[in-house]
């Protein structure tokens, strides 16, 4: 066999081989004959006239993101720059009019975005913008979908993903919302104050009370001793007049000796006059005569019942 054989043999090969192709998942295929459109091909392996058809172009029917950064400004003049992500696919049977309608597809669906965000955020206020981003995404959606559709183009979803205002306006509503927390911390701070003198106040009225009630029982006890010390000297023969005398002395000699048990205490009796001061030592005297007079009239008591007792026994 001449070599000529094997040269033809081989280029018949090659020829054969040349029409033949495959197309992946999630693609669809473009042939032409002569420049003309032929025919889509869907995925898998397909045949087509060498050297006659070919391949125009290959299309990818899976969903893609086209991110696009719009700079606009809001209705308080307040300039921002907003991240709209727009995710969206070719139609499968649609094939035809986005590989020839469109050169440039995604120039396209940005232009469209700028139109739409650009006309309806300046009629929204900073915090609006913020509040309402999904209607700014759907407005952007429903529009490219009326838009896009005729080439072949479906819109998934429309996302606002990222609000970025002026820096200085950031620092400014970063003051803001600092003094407004400061405000509302000061708030709590003077309501936690004004419940801690409230109830300071409510324990101190009812410390003085329980002390009032105190001293109250204290006097009362103190009394109905002094009751009892009276009713007891009353019936060993010594009159009122005098029980009383020789309680004032003994609780005089009592507080001197209160007094005389604190280290540098010094007490100072100065009387008002001569004749006052003669006064209190005539009746100091008078106190203890009538004190001795009570002991001894105690001591002859107990020594009458002594003998009485021993009478008996």
Known sequence: MEISTYIFIFITVLIVIS????????????????????ATRKPGLHIKIPLIDKIAGRVSLRILQLDVIVETKTKDDVFVKLKVSVQYKILADKVYDAFYKLDFPQDQITSYVFDVVRAVVPK????????????????????????MINYGYDIIKALVTDIDPDGEVKTAMNRINAAEREKIAAQYEGDAARILIVEKAKAEAESKRLQGQGIADQRREIARGLEESVDVLNNVGINSQEASALIVVTQHYDTLQSIGEETNSNLILLPNSPQAGSDMLNNMVASFTASNQIGEAMKKENQKKIDKEGGKS
């Open 19 to 38: 029409g033949i192709f495959v197309v992946k998942q999630q693609t669809s295929a473009v042939v032409e004959r002569f420049g003309k459109f032929i």
């Open 124 to 147: 929204m206020r900073l915090d609006d913008v913020f509040e309402k981003k999904d209607e700014i995404a759907n407005a952007v959606k429903s529009e490219l979908n009326d838009a």
